[in-house]
């Protein structure tokens, strides 16, 4: 790829191995790499809302030190199924079936990215599987309270509409994350890339416009779940810093926030989300 250099280019080549699985009804796909080792916890990597598998290309080889990386397509996203409905609750139950399918050792870390950050905690508060530990990238939770973010605050309306365009290099050039954030253009091209299907009359986005009525009762704390927590800022993220604040007066959550990243850490700053990531990992190890 053009101007990109070589970590990225060695991570992307990296081969996956892909896998599927059926949850009620709906295929899930995963993907995964490395072996589970001894020395750390294997790691499950959880997408945000329109987003896919795919978007970890470029950080999951990077990860893969003695583990096993395990990245999903939740439903409605990515190669997985449809849905008539979706909800957090479900999300979560094909978020377990994946773990419990993709070879992972017993206690994994599991990390989600916005959206997928909400998931994480529905499954962390579960207990079981049992984890060793969850980190939410840049998700709208905060300690319960004033101010605490909806449902509807998280999901942007542009998720709710299936554009159709005449090829995929039309869509591929149209991509944008929401909300908008800097990129750095070889990791664009390649996530948007992977983002397209083609449909009747012309290629579309992979995602589901219909999950954006996703139900269920988002999480609006992270104290208390059954597994130590830690929670990963973007500088310029969705959580506001009084309540990323909120967040690190917290006893039970570790706060590391990213310098000069948006929202979606793994497009504008990559190696440091890796960085933050091993060091999570390593503390907990």
Not at 28 to 41: C, L, Q
Not at 42 to 71: E, I, K, N, Q
Not at 174 to 183: C, G, L, Y
Request: glycine share 10%; proline share 7%.
């Amino acid at each position: 790829m053009t101007g990109a250099p070589y970590w990225f280019e060695a991570a992307v080549a990296t081969p996956a191995t892909v896998g599927e699985i059926v949850v009620d009804g709906t295929p899930i796909s995963f993907r995964y790499w490395g072996d589970s080792g001894r020395a750390s916890h294997d790691l499950v990597l959880v997408h945000g809302g329109g987003a896919h598998a795919r978007w970890w290309d470029h950080l999951a080889p990077l990860l893969v030190v003695d583990r096993r990386v395990v990245a999903i397509d939740l439903a409605g996203h990515g190669d997985s199924g449809h849905r008539a409905t979706y909800s957090l609750e479900s999300w979560a139950d094909q978020l377990a079936a994946a773990i419990a399918a993709s070879g992972v050792r017993d206690r994994p870390v599991v990390a989600g990215h916005s959206m997928g950050g909400m998931i994480t905690a529905v499954l962390a508060r579960r207990g079981a599987p049992e984890l060793a530990g969850a980190i939410v990238i840049d998700s709208p939770i905060e300690p319960s309270g004033p101010g605490a973010p909806t449902r509807a605050e998280a999901d942007s309306p542009s998720f709710g509409n299936a554009r159709r365009y005449p090829s995929a290099a039309a869509a591929v050039a149209r991509f944008r994350p929401i909300p908008a954030q800097d990129m750095l253009p070889y990791v664009a091209t390649h996530v948007a890339e992977t983002s397209v299907r083609e449909v009747d009359g012309g290629w579309t986005w992979k995602f589901d416009p219909a999950f954006v009525g996703f139900t269920g009762n988002v999480p609006r704390t992270l104290d208390g779940l059954s597994c130590p927590v830690a929670f990963v800022a973007g500088e310029r993220g969705i959580l506001p810093l009084e309540a990323r604040e909120a967040l690190d007066a917290s006893a039970q959550v570790a706060v590391v926030e990213v310098p000069d990243s948006g929202h979606a850490i793994m497009l504008d700053q990559p190696l440091a989300l890796v960085s933050a990531l091993r060091a999570i990992l390593a503390v907990w190890s």
